[in-house]
T-cell receptor, first 116, second 115 residues
Framework: AQSVTQPDIHITVSEGASLELRCNYS??????LFWYVQSPGQGLQLLLK??????LVQGIKGFEAEFKRSQSSFNLRKPSVHWSDAAEYFC??????????????FGQGTILTVHP | GAVVSQHPSWVICKSGTSVKIECRSL??????MFWYRQFPKQSLMLMAT?????????EQGVEKDKFLINHASLTLSTLTVTSAHPEDSSFYIC???????????FGPGTRLTVT
């Protein structure tokens, strides 16, 4: 079964500082990986995704993530955080075949607080 | 493009009543729709997957008689919470994906409060 772990429940950074949110996954084959952002009381917005190819993926809002198969990780990064980035971030793994095809399993989420 | 709407955005109902939540894909044909449930400060848990014209597939532990899902057209899926109880209070989010597309587009969610 696929699973996702986000080790950090809450992260606080200063505006302008760099950011890295950790994500580790468990999946039997090459996974489909996603990062979503959720503002309070809102749905999810896709930041970026990895299906195959280049392991460094660029997303919206200046975010990027790197797929590292050897570490089963897909960490999200941003070089300079803006106050508007404060939100909750979810990493997800998608089933690539069989009965799990298309189904997303989400991590527990990381709440990002940005200090001015 | 790829906009998904949900209606209502929030609803309060009395215990024992039923509530229907609509999920619409506004600018694409959604061959598959997913329903998630999110408790406060927790992650999203997949409840069921529905394909247009077929019966929904429910995840383990989800009561199919309590959470009725209908996907009657390529742009509309509904989730009906029957005989709602306070423990059903939650944030319900739908998502949709198109034919030959893996990516899911999420609706804004519906906050259900059962009193």
């Amino acid at each position: 079964a696929q699973s996702v772990t986000q080790p950090d429940i809450h992260i606080t950074v200063s505006e302008g500082a760099s950011l890295e949110l950790r994500c580790n996954y468990s999946y039997g084959a090459t996974p489909y990986l996603f990062w979503y952002v959720q503002s309070p009381g809102q749905g999810l917005q896709l930041l970026l995704k990895y299906f195959s190819g280049d392991t460094l993926v660029q997303g919206i809002k200046g975010f990027e993530a790197e797929f590292k198969r050897s570490q089963s990780s897909f960490n999200l990064r941003k070089p300079s955080v803006h106050w508007s980035d404060a939100a909750e971030y979810f990493c997800a793994v998608g089933g690539a075949g069989g009965t799990s095809y298309g189904k997303l399993t989400f991590g527990q989420g990381t709440i990002l607080t940005v200090h001015p | 493009g790829a906009v998904v709407s949900q209606h209502p955005s929030w609803v309060i109902c009395k215990s024992g009543t039923s509530v229907k939540i609509e999920c619409r894909s506004l600018d694409f044909q959604a061959t598959t729709m997913f329903w998630y449930r999110q408790f406060p400060k927790q992650s999203l848990m997949l409840m069921a997957t529905s394909n247009e014209g077929s019966k929904a597939t429910y995840e383990q532990g989800v009561e199919k008689d309590k959470f009725l899902i209908n996907h009657a057209s390529l742009t509309l899926s509904t989730l009906t919470v029957t005989s709602a109880h306070p423990e059903d209070s939650s944030f319900y989010i739908c998502s949709a994906s198109g034919k030959l597309s893996y990516e899911q587009y999420f609706g804004p969610g519906t906050r259900l409060t059962v009193t």
